[in-house]
C-alpha cells in the first residue's frame, strides 16, 4: 500500500476498534460511527496526497455530530456538549496529531468501502428509476409502479418471515431457505467483487466489498445492486426482499 492508504486504513480500523470497545456508550459509537464515515468518504483507490489526507481527517474530527444528525435517526439525542461525543473527537483528534509525526505503520488491506456522496446517489436513483422503475420510497411488491409484468427484467418478491407476510399483498410468499447465503453463492459464481448499498431513509450508502454486505431488514428501505444495474435486491421495512434480474436466476426457488 502507498503510505496514504496506510494512514487512510489505520484511521479506519482505529474507528473499528473503538466502535468495538465503546458498544455499550451510545454517545461514543454515534461519534467513532461518524468519524468513520467522515474518513470513507474518501476513496481508497484514488486518495489524494498525503497533506490533503490529513487535512481531511482533521477536518472530520469537528463535525461527527452534524454528519450523523442528518443522516440516522435518534441521534438527536447526542449532543456537541456530551462529554463521551468530545472524549472521542479528542480521542480521534491526538491520534491524528501523532501519526503526523511519526512513521505510519504498514497496515493489512481492510475490505473496501467509500461512503456515497449526495451527487453520487442522485444519479444512481436515476438509473435505478430508467432501468428499474424505482422512484425512491417504496418498491414492488408495496409498490404497484413495477410489476413483473412490465418490469424489463425478471422480477420477484418474497416476505423474510411468516410474520412479515401480514404487511405484505396477499399471496406473497415467504423466501424458502437462507436469502443471504443464496446471494452470496451469487457473489462468489458471478465473481462479484463490489457492490452499492443505497439506503433510501437512513444511514449512509455505500459502494462496498461485496463481502461486507449484509442487507436485510432494517430502518430503512435498502437497495443492492452493481454499476451495470443488470441485477437488484430490495430489503423493505416491512420485511420483504425483491430479486431483480439476473440474481433471480440463482437466489429464486424454482417453481
Known amino acids: 500500500m502507498t503510505p496514504e492508504q496506510n494512514l487512510h486504513t489505520l484511521a479506519r480500523r482505529y474507528c473499528e476498534d473503538r466502535i468495538k470497545v465503546c458498544r455499550d456508550l451510545p454517545a461514543s459509537i454515534e461519534v467513532a460511527r ?3 464515515a467522515g474518513i470513507e468518504k474518501l476513496d481508497f483507490d484514488h486518495l489524494p496526497p498525503m497533506h490533503e489526507v490529513y487535512a481531511h481527517l482533521k477536518s472530520v474530527v469537528f463535525d461527527p455530530i452534524e454528519i ?7 441521534s438527536g439525542s447526542v449532543r456537541p456538549e456530551d462529554p463521551k461525543a468530545s472524549k472521542e473527537r479528542k480521542l480521534f483528534a491526538q491520534l491524528i496529531e501523532r501519526l503526523e509525526k511519526s512513521e505510519i505503520p504498514e497496515q493489512s488491506t481492510l475490505p473496501y468501502r467509500r461512503v456515497l456522496l449526495r451527487p453520487e446517489i442522485d444519479q444512481l436513483k436515476a438509473n435505478l428509476k430508467q432501468t428499474w422503475g424505482f422512484g425512491g420510497g417504496y418498491w414492488y411488491p408495496l409498490s404497484e409502479a413495477v410489476n413483473p409484468f412490465t418490469a424489463a427484467f425478471p422480477l420477484v418478491a418474497f416476505a423474510l418471515t411468516e410474520n ?3 404487511y405484505l399483498p396477499i399471496g406473497t410468499e415467504v423466501y424458502p431457505g437462507d436469502v443471504l447465503k443464496d446471494v452470496q453463492r451469487f457473489f462468489r459464481e458471478h465473481h462479484v467483487k463490489r457492490a452499492y448499498k443505497l439506503r433510501t431513509e437512513w444511514g449512509y450508502s455505500y459502494e462496498i466489498d461485496a463481502q461486507l454486505l449484509d442487507p436485510g431488514y432494517g430502518a430503512s428501505e435498502e437497495l443492492n445492486f452493481n ?3 443488470d441485477w437488484v435486491l430490495y430489503w423493505s421495512h416491512e420485511g420483504s426482499v425483491t430479486l431483480g434480474g439476473t ?9
Open 34 to 36: 461518524a468519524l468513520q
Open 247 to 255: 440474481i433471480t436466476q440463482i437466489v429464486a426457488p424454482k417453481t
Open 164 to 166: 412479515a407476510r401480514s
Open 227 to 229: 454499476a451495470r444495474h
Open 68 to 74: 450523523i444528525a442528518t443522516t440516522l435517526p435518534g
